[in-house]
């Protein structure tokens, strides 16, 4: 009895380490009406919650956040944190906030794995728009 409470105590405590900890790393982003490969997404964990950071841009139109208001405007876009605070929830990564850094606007997000990819979903009120992103 005590080996099986041991073993099963033991898969529990790996199942909650190994939920989401796929996510982290590089992602690349993908233009939604070209397809073309837009910038590269650093994922990283740090106290439950999740945040990503710009590292690179394939084809950048503006290399600052010429649109971002506040702190961000007219900051570098490699390098901005563009999302954080997301918490695991219901095997979704949620109540976090993600910028656009093309119109610099900031949306409610969410991010979940589907398959080998990613899903992140930035909604305003409830309408919302879904990328793909893949492991790089």
């Given at each position: 009895?005590?080996?099986?409470?041991?073993?099963?105590?033991?898969?529990?405590?790996?199942?909650t380490t190994t939920v989401g900890a796929g996510i982290t790393g590089n992602w690349t982003t993908y233009d939604d009406k070209t397809g073309k490969k837009k910038s590269i997404i650093k994922i990283s964990k740090?106290?439950?919650?999740?945040?990503g950071t710009i590292t690179k841009l394939y084809h950048p139109t503006h290399t600052?956040?010429?649109?971002?208001?506040?702190?961000?405007?007219?900051?570098p876009i490699v390098g901005?944190?563009?999302?954080s605070g997301?918490?695991?929830?219901?095997g979704k990564w949620q109540g976090g906030k993600?910028?656009?850094p093309k119109n610099g606007k900031w949306y409610?997000?969410?991010?979940?794995?589907?398959?080998?990819?990613?899903?992140?979903?930035?909604?305003?009120l409830m309408f919302y728009r879904t990328?793909?992103?893949?492991?790089k």
């Open positions: 009895m005590k080996k099986l409470f041991l073993a099963l105590l033991a898969i529990g405590l790996f199942a740090h106290g439950g919650k999740l945040s600052k956040c010429v649109a971002c208001r506040g702190r961000l405007h007219n900051k901005m944190t563009v999302f997301l918490r695991l929830k219901d993600i910028l656009d409610t997000c969410e991010i979940w794995e589907e398959g080998k990819n990613l899903k992140v979903r930035g909604y305003i990328q793909t992103w893949k492991r």
